[in-house]
T-cell receptor
Framework: SQQGEEDPQALSIQEGENATMNCSYK?????LQWYRQNSGRGLVHLIL?????REKHSGRLRVTLDTSKKSSSLLITASRAADTASYFC?????????????FGKGTLLTVNP | SQTIHQWPATLVQPVGSPLSLECTVE??????LYWYRQAAGRGLQLLFY??????ISSEVPQNLSASRPQDRQFILSSKKLLLSDSGFYLC???????????FGPGTRLLVL
């Protein structure tokens, strides 16, 4: 089963609105990452938040992490049409030495001009 | 910063034909390398990863194989393609445990 699960599967908003996507995971983690994928392209790393951090900002992005609830959220403020993409959370599967990341199925964000 | 190259960008192959997808990394040394497959509208499935030359870990049993003949080269192969091998193949590079991964542009494979 997936370690990370994004919610909602799809989100459609108007330009200028905020977009919030959520990610839930099952096991303990070292960190949680968010990636963006434009249609037909590779993934681009957006932000990494470590298990001892609760909130992190990068430009118009705000990520929170609640390890007690095993969940994270990605907020994009003042959205633009260019933010239209799929957004994935990724976590290490948990426990010990591990070089892998497990990706969720993603949230497809559509920002309408 | 590192750059991941993948080729070809698109490939159409008949069932039963062989496959070779290549990934090369610029701008770094001794990275961990990864092959993922993404079905349409789905998440990423990790196929193989490598922490060094000649070291390959397989995540999913299938008719694909991977090799790492050089530090910054990662190859995905098949002797006989199946219809189910169609998908979007992504190569990624990273360091350390569960750290940031950098992705190539991907190869879209269609098996007919």
């Amino acid at each position: 089963s997936q370690q990370g699960e994004e919610d909602p599967q799809a989100l459609s908003i108007q330009e200028g609105e905020n977009a919030t996507m959520n990610c839930s995971y099952k096991t303990s983690i070292n960190n949680l990452q968010w990636y963006r994928q434009n249609s037909g392209r590779g993934l681009v790393h957006l932000i990494l938040i470590r298990s001892n951090e609760r909130e992190k900002h990068s430009g118009r992005l705000r990520v929170t992490l609640d390890t007690s609830k095993k969940s994270s959220s990605l907020l994009i403020t003042a959205s633009r049409a260019a933010d239209t993409a799929s957004y994935f959370c990724a976590t290490d599967p948990g426990g010990g030495s591990n070089y892998k990341l497990t990706f969720g199925k993603g949230t497809l964000l559509t920002v309408n001009p | 910063s590192q750059t991941i190259h993948q080729w070809p960008a698109t490939l159409v192959q008949p069932v039963g034909s062989p496959l070779s997808l290549e990934c090369t990394v610029e701008g770094t040394s001794n990275p961990n390398l990864y092959w993922y497959r993404q079905a349409a509208g789905r998440g990423l499935q990790l196929l193989f990863y490598s922490v060094g030359i000649g070291q390959i870990s397989s995540e999913v049993p299938q008719n694909l194989s991977a090799s790492r003949p050089q530090d910054r080269q990662f190859i995905l192969s098949s002797k006989k393609l199946l219809l189910s091998d169609s998908g979007f193949y992504l190569c990624a590079s990273g360091f350390g445990i569960a750290e940031t991964q950098y992705f190539g542009p991907g190869t879209r494979l269609l098996v007919l």
